[in-house]
């Protein structure tokens, strides 16, 4: 079943699209909201999906391409929270809006704790303490109002791209 993987090429551009012109010109001090690991994380936390890793790879190869940490960064972080999505949905499976925010809290902090690493790495001179208190705080605060709003669209495509069987 090949649908739903080309349906995800147009969704996680989509997301990049919104992500990079609307909520780029949002930020909350120097935090932005990441709206293509949310759509990755709810689209894995959803019982029905079966694609769920191809999404993430698409959605770390087209982050790359558009962000300007070092190639590949985004891919890493986003298959990290990912993972930990898979493994969420099979320990809180019923509760599926505690492991969306769950996911986002612990995916937020590994996606950009990785950046922060790369960049101090690379040379950047942002300290440890102005990175947390001026972009990962407030990205975090960023993702979790916007996780529900996500995964509850999420959820409604799925609900398109895998129909319940019905008996007849």
Wanted: proline share 5%; aromatic share 12%.
């Amino acid at each position: 079943m090949i649908m739903p993987v080309l349906i995800g090429i147009p969704v996680l551009l989509l997301s990049l699209v919104i992500q990079t012109t609307a909520f780029s010109r949002l930020p909350l001090l120097y935090g932005t909201a990441d709206i293509v690991m949310l759509v990755i994380l709810a689209w894995m936390l959803n019982e029905r999906v079966k694609h769920g890793w191809e999404w993430v790879l698409m959605a770390g190869i087209m982050v790359s391409f558009v962000s300007a940490l070092p190639f590949f960064t985004p891919l890493w972080g986003y298959l990290a929270a990912a993972g930990l999505s898979f493994w969420l949905k099979k320990r809180i499976w019923q509760s599926p809006v505690l492991a969306m925010l769950v996911s986002t809290f612990i995916g937020t902090m590994i996606m950009l704790l990785l950046s922060m690493v790369v960049l101090q790495i690379n040379g950047s001179a942002i300290s440890t303490k102005e990175a947390f208190n001026l972009v990962i705080l407030p990205s975090l605060l960023w993702n979790l109002i916007l996780s529900i709003p996500v995964y509850s669209i999420i959820n409604e495509l799925v609900d398109w791209v895998y129909p319940d069987e019905v008996n007849v």
